[in-house]
C-alpha cells in the first residue's frame, strides 16, 4: 500500500490510497458519482450519467464537484423564485458555480425589465444581453413584449418619485440597450432624491461596480434603510455613494445581528464609519470577537472603527505578528493601537527606515501618518517622541487615583529633553520598577523613567542593599556615591526617597544639565551642543 496523490483541475487534491489490485480510475469515478450535484442530476432527469458527460462536465465546470449540497439547495431556492426548476437548472449547469449574490441579482433585474420568460441561460449570459444586445433585438428574440417601453416600467418601479419630477429621454430601442436605460432612470432618481450631479453619478458607477448591476428594489431599499433606520443625512449619502449600492439584505442583518461594537449602537457606529456596511455581517462579529480575545479596548476601537471593514483572517494574522513586536507591546495601550493594524504593511516598512536611520524616538503617528509627515520626521535632525504617546503609556501604566496624561506631561516637562527618550526605555523603566516600587511612589519620580534601565538598576539595587542593613556592598559597589551620605540612616529612607536619590546621583555627573538620559543609549550618546544649536537655529527661524 502507499500513497498517491492525483491532481484534479480543480483546487483540491484528492489523496487515493491504492494497491495493485484497485483501480484509481474507479476511485476518480465514484467520487465523481457520488456529488451532491451527480446525484440531483440524476433524481431530476431520470438518466444515469456516462463517463462522457462527466469528462465534459469536468472540463467545463470543475467547481462543480467541490460544491456541497446545501450550496446546492441554496441555488435552487434562489433559482425558484424566476420560476426555473430544478430540471431546468440541471441541464445548464454553470448556474450552479454562479455566485449566490450575483446570481439573485441577475435574474431580479430581468425580472424587473419584463421579461417574458426567465431561464437559467439567460442569467449565465447576463452581461450579453443587457449590455451588448438592443431592446429590439430582445424583442425579436420574444425575451420582451413587442409594446413594452421599457423606460416607463422602470420609472414605475420607484414609488415615491414625484410624478412632475419623471422626463423620459424616449430611447430608441434600435440602438439602446437596457444597461443604459436602467442607468438613466437611476442617475434621474438619485438626482431627485439627492440632487447629486452628474460628475458624481458617473465617479459612482466606476467605484462602485455593484451599482450599475444592483436591483432596482435593491437600491430603494437600500436608500430607505439609509435614510429612515440609520438616519444618514443626505451629505454623507452624497460622500459615500457605497450606501446607495449596498446589499439591503446584508445591511438588515447586520442591524439585527451585530447589536453593538466599541460599545456603541451598530447604527451609531456605521454612522462614523459608513465602510462598515461593505462587509458582511458575519465578518463583522468575528472581527468583534477577535479584537475581545487581544484585549483591545473599546475606546481603542471607537477612535479607529475602519478594523470592522477588514477580512477577519487579516485582522487575526495581524495582530498575531503584531504582539510579537516590542513597538506593539510598547504602543498596545494607546487608545490608537489598532492603527497599526490597520496600516500594518505601512508601519513595517516605516520601522524598517527608521531603524536604518538608526533612530531610537517615534512616535505611533510617525509610523501611521501621511507620508509627508513621515518623511518630515525621518529626514530632520534628532529623535522625538509624541508628548502624547509618552503620557498615555505612563498614565495607562500606573494604577494610580487622578493620574492623567496632562498630570504625567506637568511632571515630565520638567526635564530639558523629556521629549527625546525613546517609548521603549520608558516602558522598560515602567516594567523594571513596578517590580519594587508602588505606582504612586513611581508616578512622584515619573522623571526617573526618562533615563537608561541599566544605569538605574545598579544604583536602586547598590542604594536597596544599604537600607537593608548590606554593609558589604559598599566595597564592591560599582556606582559612586555622595560621602557625606556615610552619616546617613540609610533604615529610614522611603521608597520615594531611594528614586529621588537615584535620580540626584545619575544628574548629579552630569551638574544637573539633564544630560544624563543620554548616557548609554542604544545608538550612541547624542551630541547635546549639536542639539542646542539646532533647537536655537529653529527658534530664530521661527521668530
Not at 425589465?113 to 451588448?132: A, Q
Not at 457606529?269 to 473599546?298: G, W
Request: charged share 25%; hydrophobic share 35%; glycine share 2%.
Amino acid at each position: 500500500m502507499y500513497l498517491k496523490i492525483i491532481k484534479q483541475t480543480f483546487k483540491k487534491s484528492i489523496y487515493i490510497c491504492t494497491s495493485p489490485n484497485i483501480s484509481i480510475f474507479t476511485k476518480c469515478r465514484r467520487f465523481y458519482h457520488d456529488a451532491p450535484f451527480i446525484n440531483l442530476y440524476k433524481e431530476v432527469s431520470g438518466q444515469s450519467v456516462s463517463e462522457n458527460f462527466l469528462l465534459e462536465l469536468q472540463k467545463k465546470n470543475p467547481k462543480i464537484f467541490n460544491l456541497s449540497e446545501e450550496q446546492i439547495k441554496y441555488t435552487l431556492q434562489i433559482l425558484n423564485k424566476f420560476s426555473i426548476t430544478a430540471e431546468d437548472a440541471c441541464f445548464d449547469p454553470h448556474v450552479f458555480c454562479m455566485n449566490h449574490l450575483l446570481l439573485d441579482n441577475y435574474g431580479e433585474i430581468l425580472r424587473e425589465c419584463n421579461f417574458t420568460v426567465i431561464l437559467p441561460k439567460h442569467i449565465i449570459r447576463y452581461h450579453t444581453l443587457v449590455k451588448s444586445r438592443t431592446i429590439s433585438q430582445l424583442k425579436k428574440e420574444g425575451l420582451l413584449r413587442e409594446e413594452l417601453n421599457l423606460e416607463q416600467v422602470l420609472h414605475n418601479s420607484f414609488n415615491d418619485w414625484p410624478r412632475d419630477g419623471i422626463k423620459l429621454m424616449n430611447f430608441p430601442d434600435s440602438s439602446t440597450n437596457i444597461l443604459t436605460i436602467r442607468m438613466s432612470i437611476l442617475e434621474q432618481y438619485l438626482q431627485n432624491k439627492f440632487h447629486i450631479t452628474h460628475e458624481e453619478f458617473q465617479k459612482y458607477c466606476k467605484n462602485y461596480l455593484p451599482l450599475k448591476h444592483r436591483p432596482m428594489s435593491d437600491i430603494k431599499e437600500a436608500v430607505n434603510i439609509a435614510q429612515n433606520d440609520i438616519k444618514f443625512n443626505i451629505d454623507t449619502i452624497r460622500r459615500n455613494g457605497f450606501i446607495i449600492s449596498s446589499d439591503p439584505v446584508n445591511t438588515k442583518l447586520i442591524l439585527d445581528q451585530v447589536n453593538s461594537i466599541a460599545d456603541l449602537d451598530i447604527r451609531e457606529a456605521i454612522k462614523v464609519e459608513p465602510a462598515i456596511l461593505k462587509n458582511h455581517y458575519q465578518a463583522i462579529l468575528k472581527i468583534k470577537k477577535i479584537l475581545e480575545d487581544f484585549n483591545i479596548s473599546n475606546e481603542a476601537q471607537r477612535l479607529c472603527l475602519k478594523v470592522y471593514c477588514m477580512r477577519p483572517d487579516t485582522v487575526q494574522e495581524r495582530l498575531e505578528h503584531l504582539v510579537k513586536l516590542k513597538e506593539y507591546q510598547v504602543l498596545s495601550s494607546n487608545p490608537r493601537v489598532l492603527y497599526m493594524v490597520v496600516h500594518e504593511r505601512k508601519m513595517m516598512n516605516r520601522l524598517a527606515k527608521i531603524q536604518a536611520a538608526k533612530k531610537q524616538c517615534y512616535s505611533l503617528n510617525h509610523l501611521v501618518a501621511s507620508t509627508k509627515v513621515f518623511n518630515t520626521y525621518i529626514n530632520s535632525f534628532g529623535n522625538k517622541i509624541c508628548s502624547r504617546d509618552v503620557a498615555v503609556l505612563i498614565s495607562s501604566s500606573l494604577r494610580v487615583a487622578g493620574i492623567s496624561n496632562k498630570s504625567v506631561l506637568h511632571k515630565l516637562k520638567r526635564h530639558k529633553y523629556w521629549l527625546h527618550t525613546a517609548l521603549s526605555v520608558v516602558g522598560e523603566n515602567i516594567q523594571m520598577l513596578k517590580k519594587g516600587f508602588a505606582d504612586d511612589v513611581i508616578f512622584e519620580n515619573c522623571q526617573i523613567l526618562l533615563y537608561p534601565v541599566y544605569e538605574i538598576e545598579q544604583y536602586i539595587d547598590f542604594l536597596l542593599k544599604i537600607r537593608d542593613g548590606n554593609a558589604s556592598v559598599k566595597g564592591t559597589r560599582k556606582v559612586e556615591i555622595d560621602t557625606s551620605y556615610n552619616n546617613l540612616n540609610w533604615r529610614i529612607l522611603t521608597d520615594n526617597q531611594i528614586l529621588s536619590l537615584v535620580l540626584y546621583e545619575i544628574e548629579k555627573k552630569y551638574h544637573f544639565s539633564g544630560d544624563g538620559i543620554w548616557n548609554k543609549l542604544d545608538g550612541g550618546k547624542i551630541n547635546t551642543h549639536m542639539l542646542n544649536q539646532k533647537l536655537k537655529q529653529n527658534s530664530t527661524n521661527t521668530i
